[in-house]
């Protein structure tokens, strides 16, 4: 595994979204983004990553895969195509879907999107 995807514990017991600047997206595990995507890093613990994910209408996050992590993820607002593992459904505000380990996965924006991700083990798969 490469050391620099470890992410160190935030010093922060609590923090609001307002307060945290938002890293904009240009790959993710090496694969560029087709669109606007970005991140903000709401805190990492010693064993989970718990980020807030904004995508623009239009985004496609091509197909790409973790081996060192799984990732849940919750759709606050917006609506986006998914697949996982050639699983294909539409998620809207309220859903919820898993990347496990290994497992390839895609979306598509259809809407500009708000959702919350929580990766386990910490990981930066972003650049």
């Known amino acids: 595994m490469d050391d620099q995807r470890i992410m160190q514990r935030t010093s922060h017991l609590h923090v609001n979204s307002a307060d945290v ?15 606007h995507v970005t991140v903000k890093k ?14 623009k209408k239009g985004l496609i996050d091509p197909v790409h895969k973790h081996m060192d992590h799984e990732t849940v993820a919750y759709l606050i607002s917006g609506k986006m195509r998914l697949v996982i593992g050639g699983e294909e459904f539409i998620a809207t505000a309220g859903s919820s879907w898993v990347h496990p380990v290994g497992v390839e996965h895609y979306s598509e924006a259809l809407e500009d999107c708000l959702q919350v991700e929580v990766k386990s083990p910490p990981r930066k798969t972003w650049e």
């Open 21 to 35: 600047v938002p890293e904009v997206i240009n790959r993710v595990e090496g694969v560029e983004e087709q669109g």
């Open 42 to 55: 709401m805190a990492v613990g010693e064993h989970i990553l718990f980020l807030e994910v904004f995508r």
